[in-house]
């Protein structure tokens, strides 16, 4: 801070235990859903990171924000996905385990796998993506896959649901089923459109240092 102020806050709340999900229910075969969009939010982060560089180069420069509204507003303005949730109340569904996609979806699905003891396999064709998102990743010339698993700060929501809850889970507006649960001994695998199978690594951020 440039001013020396600091502020942190704690939040701190109750839940039934009958309500409660962990990170550490996921089962074999469960399904692997996420909410919204994924990579926005790191797109957003790259335009004013450009933007900024531009400014320091030529003071007399104003920042071009045109066209790149979603992804800025989804870096600036990050939104809980509380409608999620009570969806999903309302459908009679109570998620095996959830995160929330804080620091990319590979880093958040393997905190799952670890917590569960479980491996996991996700298709790359299955991961929800914004076109703008879409657009300015190109602009970078970056893979758009790359913000997506690897981005972080979208807050959206990755959870797992059984597999016999395959048709209500479809039915929610705005939730993509991009992959399941497996044994861990095969691991955590991105599957791509040619059936080419990647492991899946952590590469958004990590606190700790640690890793799966």
């Not at 670890?114 to 657009?135: F, M, N």
Request: charged share 25%; glycine share 10%.
């Amino acid at each position: 801070s440039v001013t020396g102020l600091l502020i942190t806050v704690t939040a701190i709340g109750t839940a039934l235990k009958e309500e409660l999900t962990l990170r550490s229910g996921a089962k074999v075969n469960s399904l692997i859903c996420v909410s919204g969009d994924l990579g926005a939010a790191f797109m957003g982060l790259k335009v004013l990171e450009r933007e900024k560089q531009l400014h320091a180069k030529d003071p007399e420069f104003q920042p071009e924000l045109k066209g790149y509204d979603y992804v800025l507003g989804r870096f600036l303005k990050p939104e809980p996905r509380v409608d999620v949730l009570l969806t999903l109340k309302e459908a009679g569904m109570i998620p095996d385990s959830m995160i929330d996609i804080s620091d990319g979806l590979s880093s958040d699905l393997l905190h799952i796998c670890k917590a569960s003891g479980c491996g996991c396999q996700i298709y790359d064709d299955r991961i929800p993506l914004a076109e703008e998102t879409r657009r300015v990743a190109e602009e970078f010339q970056m893979e758009p896959l790359v913000p997506a698993l690897h981005g972080g700060e979208d807050y959206e929501l990755v959870f797992t649901v059984p597999l016999s809850d395959f048709e209500k889970v479809s039915a929610i507006p705005g939730v993509s089923i991009v992959g399941n649960m497996t044994e861990k001994k095969e691991g955590a695998r991105l599957v791509t459109a040619g059936g080419n199978t990647i492991p899946l690594q952590a590469q958004g951020w990590n606190a700790f240092g640690t890793k799966w």
